[in-house]
């Protein structure tokens, strides 16, 4: 099935920095959200993002939705070293009730 | 616990044997889904069920896999003839409707020798 595309594949930052992730898709979209995922098992939902709005915040994380550009991003700032994790976005493309997920960035914060 | 369970946590079977994995979903949660993620990868859809139908089946990669949910709630994906590529962890996911934000479960770690 198809998937949408996330860069970079692999971030490396210091505790403390700000980490950026982006996140582009095919089709038109009710909404796209944003997981995590430690050791590639449980998928911990983070963030919802409606393709009515542009811009949502929940504690460190922040994220955008250009539907225009088809594409997402998503943000954390002052890093902690339990960020570190797999970050994926997952979109309803093509209105359909499954979500398609992206490739993935993996994030490493070092202490 | 009210989440999403999955069992067992961890199968190993070899080449040619047939599988099953059970998901127990959220009470009350009319959607139910499965993926499948490969070593690296994203998780890859395979089916939803909304209530006990099929509502789509179109992520199956071949015949050998099957999916059934006969009561609505309980589901369980089964693999024939099983192949090593068909080692990967499969995750079930369950929702009020199929428009709400999934849950996720632990999911079952296949390996296929």
């Known amino acids: 099935s198809q998937q949408g595309e996330e860069d970079p594949q692999a971030l490396s930052i210091q505790e403390g920095e700000n980490a950026t992730m982006n996140c582009s898709y095919k089709?038109?979209?009710?909404?796209l959200q944003w997981y995590r995922q430690n050791s590639g098992r449980g998928l911990v939902h983070l963030i919802l993002i409606r393709s009515n709005e542009r811009e949502k915040h929940s504690g460190r994380l922040r994220v955008t939705l250009d539907t225009s550009k088809k594409s997402s991003s998503l943000l954390i700032t002052a890093s902690r070293a339990a960020d570190t994790a797999s970050y994926f976005c997952?979109?309803?493309?093509?209105?359909?009730?499954?979500?398609?997920f992206g490739t993935g960035t993996r994030l490493q914060v070092f202490p | 616990g009210a989440g999403v369970s999955q069992t067992p946590s961890n199968k190993v079977t070899e080449k040619g044997k047939y599988v099953e994995l059970r998901c127990d979903p959220i009470?009350?949660?009319?959607?139910l889904y499965w993926y499948r993620q490969s070593l690296g990868q994203g998780p890859e859809f395979l089916i939803y069920f909304q209530g006990t139908g099929a509502a789509d089946d179109s992520g199956l990669p071949n015949d050998r896999f099957f999916a059934v949910r006969p009561e609505g709630s309980v589901s369980t994906l089964k693999i024939q003839r099983t192949e090593r590529g068909d080692s990967a962890v499969y995750l079930c996911a369950s929702a009020t409707s199929g428009r709400s934000r999934p849950f996720f479960g632990p999911g079952t770690r296949l390996t296929v020798l």
């Open positions: 997952a979109t309803d493309e093509g209105n359909t009730d499954k979500l398609i």
């Open positions: 089709t038109s979209i009710n909404n």
């Open positions: 009470s009350g949660h009319t959607a």
